[in-house]
C-alpha cells in the first residue's frame, strides 16, 4: 500500500469535518484577520469556518468577513441585520455548522496550526467521545508572551465550580442536537451553560492534553471587562438548573470575583458517623502551649461540629497514658468507643480494627494531631455521598502556620504528593483550583470519610503498608472501583504534623506501591502542574 | 449520638468495646486482610503484565533502533532495493549479481542527500532513479545464465 494510499484511509476513519463557529461583534480588525488566518493555516484543511456578524455597525468588519468568504470557499459569512447578543449569533453559526464536530473560537482569539489536526484525531481515536477540551495558551494582546495553561482531566465537580474548560471546547453535532444548541439569556456565561448541558448527556468527555488554543487576553475581554456582574449572575443561573437537571439539592452562590462557585449542598437524613482515630496519646507544643493531640482534637470536635450524629472510635496502643483516656471519657461522653491495639506500630491494621468496632454508615479517618476550623464540616462532607458514584471525600489541611499541608494528593512517575504542600493560606492554586470542590486522585487519611460499606468492600487499609503509603493503596483501591474522590475546601481543619518531619519513607515502601499501582501512577488525572509541589 | 445496632457496653458508661466483642472484630479484620490481599496479588499480577508488555514493547522499539543504525545509507535511502537485495542474496548465481547491483547504485547515486532536502521529497525525487534500478534488479534475477563477478552488469 503506497503511501497516499494510506493516507487517505486514515482520513477515512476521521470524522470529515470540523466546523469553526465564531460569533464577531466590534473587534479590533487586525485581531479578526489574525483570527481568521490562524484558521487558513492550520496543517489539516478539513475545516469549515462560519463567521457571524451579529450587526456589528462596522462596514470594515463587514468587507473583512466578505473578502475572506470570497478568497477561500470553506469561509462562510453571515451578516445578521439585527444584534442578538453572542448567545443569539452563536446559535445562528451553530445552525449553519455542517461539521461533525463543532468547535466554538472568539473573534479576537487564535488556533494553533495543528488545532484541527489534533480534535480529529481524538474524535477518531475515542469513537464515543461528545465533548473534547483543550489545554491553551494565554496570550497578550500581541498574540505573543505565551504561556501555557494546563487543565485537569474530566473533572464534573470542577465544572460546578467553575468553568474550566476554557477554550477551545468542542462539541459533537449529535450531543449539540440533543441538547438543543446553545440558550439564550445567558450571554457572557452561554459557553459554561451549553458546557454544563452537553457533559450532563455526554458519552465521553476527553482532555486534549495538547494547547490548541491563544486566548488574547485585554481589557475588552468578557472575563476581564468592568462591570461584568451580568456573567456571573448569569453563570449562577446556569448552574442552579444543572442542579435541578442533576437533581442535586442546593443552591449556588459565587466564592470569589472572577468565576469560582460554590454549591451548597443539602444534606439528606442524618446517617451516623464514625470517626476513628488512631493514637497513642502523646502531647506536644502548638502554638507555643504544650498540649495532648488526642484530648485536643476530639474537643474541638465535640465543641465546634454542628452535625450531631457521630462517634469517636478510638484505637488506643497500649501505652496510652491513662490520663489521657480518662480525659477523653470526660470530654466525649457516651459518644466514645475505646479499643486497644496491642501490637507493633501499624497505622493500617489500627484503623481496620476501628473500622470493624465502628456501627456508622461512614467512616471518618482521622489523624489525632488535628483541630476542628469549619463547624459545618460533616455536612459539607457527608453531602457529597448523595451522588452514588463518590467513594471517599477529603478536607484541606493547614499546619500550624497556616500554610497548606494537604489538598489533595496528587501521583506522578510513580509518586505521591499532596498538592499545594508549604503554600501559604491565601495561594488559591493556578486556576483557583485549590479553593474548588473538585476530583483528585486522592486524599491523606488524616481526614477522609469513606462509605463503610465501600471500605469493607476493597478490603480496607492494606496492613502490608503499615506506615507510609496506605492512604494512596486505599484510594487506588477505590479509583479502581469507579468511585469518584473528592476533596473540598469547605471543610478545613490545622493538621498538627510538623512541615520539617522527613517523610521516612522505605524503598521497600515506595517498591510495594509501585508494584501494585506503578501503571496507575504514571501521570496525574487531575492535578496539571504536578512538579509544583 | 444513637446507635441501636451496636451491642450495649458492659457498662452504660464504660466506653471500652466489651471483651465479648473482640473475637468478632478479630475474624473481621481477617476477613479485611484476605480481600486486601486478593486485590494486591490481582494488582501485582496486572502490573507485573503491564511491565512485560511494556518491556517487550521497549525491546521491539530497541530492535528496531539496532537494525535502523545497522542500515547503510544507501539502504534508508532506496528500502525497496534493500529489501530486494536482500532476498537476492540467498538466490545461487545471482546474490553476486546483487552486489555488484548495489556497487553500481553507489556509483550512479550520491550517498547522501542534497543539503536542506526534506526526506519527503527526497523520496519524491529520487523514486524515478530507484523505479529504475529495481528493473534492473529484475533482470539480473530473470537471467539465465549465472552471472560472474567480472561481468558488466551495464
Redesign the interface.
Known sequence: MSLSEQRSSELDRRPEVVSIVVPVFRTDHLHLCEMIDSVRHQSDDAWELILVDDNSGDDEIRAILSDYAKSDGRIIAIMRETNGGIGRATSVGLAAAKGEFVALLDHDDLLTPDAVEFIRRTASDHPLVDVMYSNEYRVDESGENAYRFLKPDYSPERLRAQMYFGHIVVYSARVLERIGGIREGFDGSQDYDLALRACEVAREVRHITRSLYKWRIHQNSVSHAKNNQYVFDAAIRALTEHLQRMKIDGTVTQSYAEGVYRIHRVLHGAP?VSIVIPTRGSSGDVRGRWRNFLTEAVRSIVQRSTY????LVVVWDTVTPKVVLDEL?MI?G???????YEGEFNFS?KI??G???A?GDYLLLLNDDVELIDPDWLEVMLAHFERSDVGMVGSLLYFEDGTVQHAGHLYEGGNAGHIAIGEASTWIGVAREIHVEREVSGVTAACALVRRELF?????????LPVNYNDVDLCL?IR?SGKRIIVTPYARLYHFESKSRKAGVHAHEWTEL??????EMIRDSFEPYPHRY | MTNPSAEPSESSNDPDVPAGLMGYIADAERVLMLTDRIIVLENKLAEARHRYESALHIGRVEEHEEREALRSDLEKRYPKIARAYGRFLHVPGVGSAAHKSVSVLKRVFPSRPAAGTSRLEQEISTAPDEQSALVELTRLKNATEPITDEQDVN
Open positions: 451516623l450531631q450524629n457521630f462517634e471519657r466525649a457516651d459518644r466514645l468507643r475505646l479499643i486497644e491494621a481496620n480494627r473500622a470493624c468496632a456501627t469493607f468492600e476493597v478490603g480496607g487499609m492494606s496492613t502490608t483501591k479502581q509501585n508494584d501494585r499501582w506503578g501503571r
